[in-house]
């Protein structure tokens, strides 16, 4: 099964060390539903996702990506 | 934890706590020859939304911020799959009171029975979103 990995912890350092809650007021998203993100526990919906990659200034394939396991 | 996980447990706990009172005052009368009384359920569930609404208004003045923010779309995601759960739940113990409703004699559940599962999907339903909430899901 396949899985969807991400650049968020790494690119909130990038940006001044931005904070999960911080970055969850930009994206109307709850700390702990970035927190689900980063950890990969939870995949963000498309437009989630594109918020996200908007915030970092980032193209989407720079933030997520996707891997197969099989 | 999530504003939306506490008031998850408040409402495991503050059910699982009055209506068991309530069931178990139930059972306790019924063995002394009592019946259905609307009293104690009305009282019941007056008890159960004053504690709901004195809880829940507790835990937002503790965290005002979280309380404000609405739900997003893990909560509502969150939110649809313990409801799939409670309603399987639910069909399920209706389905079965169809089968014992068709014996003869029929097994007829009284308004009890029925209010007991009602009260048990909605605390699957809570405690479903709960158990997302922790995994992290």
């Known amino acids: 099964m396949g899985a969807i990995h991400n650049e968020i912890r790494r690119l909130r350092f990038e940006h001044g060390e931005m904070t999960q ?11 702990q539903t970035v927190n689900a993100i980063e950890q990969g526990k939870y995949s963000p919906s498309l437009e989630a996702a594109f918020r996200i990659s908007a915030v970092f200034g980032k193209p989407l394939e720079s933030v997520f990506h996707y891997s197969n396991d099989e | 934890m999530s504003f939306r996980e506490k008031s998850a447990w408040i409402s495991v706990l503050s059910m699982s706590g009055i209506y068991g009172f309530y069931f178990w005052s139930v059972i306790h009368s019924r063995s002394k020859g009592g019946g259905f009384h609307f009293g104690g359920l009305l009282g019941t569930i007056i008890a159960l939304v004053v504690l709901q609404v004195v809880l829940t208004v507790a835990v937002a003045i503790f965290s005002p911020r979280e309380a404000k923010a609405p739900r997003d779309e893990r909560d509502k995601l969150i939110e649809l799959r313990a409801m799939r759960v409670a309603y399987a739940g ?47 899901e």
Not at chain 1, 21 to 31: D, F, G, M, V, W
Not at chain 2, 99 to 116: D, E, H, Q, R, S
């Open chain 1, 21 to 31: 809650q911080q970055l969850a007021e930009k994206i109307n998203l709850t700390r």
């Open chain 2, 90 to 136: 639910l069909a399920t113990s209706v389905a079965l009171a169809c089968f014992f409703g068709a014996f003869n004699p029929p097994i007829v559940f009284n308004t009890n029975a029925l209010l007991f599962i009602l009260v048990t999907a909605e605390i699957m339903r809570s405690a479903c979103q709960i158990v997302q909430y922790r995994r992290g």
